[in-house]
């Protein structure tokens, strides 16, 4: 079992950055971002994989990067030109199986990320 622990959320204004983290207790082969804003479905915002590929949504595609430091275990998500749109609940996700990646098993409590215009 891996469990996760994300920080780094907060509010910002639109043009903003933000970069959140996520602690993890031991090795996840894929790990990723998720976002929920109230009222709409959860998205799959960035992941990355044990080979060291990534993997974006559209909507943040040029604007964030996701990274991996696996000597500290943690998870990063850079956020730059943020967008009120962007506000959402942002979850780290992982899992150690590389078949379930995307439908992870493993999730953090959550981070909230507001964007303010």
């Known amino acids: 079992q891996v469990q996760l622990v994300e920080s780094g959320g907060g509010s910002v204004q639109a043009g903003g950055s933000l970069r959140l983290s996520c602690v993890a207790s031991?090795?996840?082969?894929?790990m990723g971002w998720i976002r929920q804003a109230p009222g709409k479905e959860r998205e799959g915002v960035a992941h990355?994989?044990?080979?060291?590929?990534?993997r974006y949504a559209e909507s943040v595609k040029g604007r964030f990067t996701i990274s991996k430091d696996n000597g500290k275990n943690t998870l990063y998500l850079q956020m730059n030109s943020l967008k009120p749109e962007d506000t959402a609940m942002y979850y780290c996700?992982?899992?150690?199986?590389?078949?379930?990646?995307?439908?992870?098993?493993?999730w953090g409590q959550g981070t909230q990320v507001t964007v303010s215009s």
């Open positions: 031991g090795y996840g082969y894929c």
């Open positions: 996700a992982a899992d150690t199986e590389w078949f379930r990646c995307g439908a992870y098993r493993y």
């Open positions: 990355i994989y044990g080979d060291g590929t990534t």
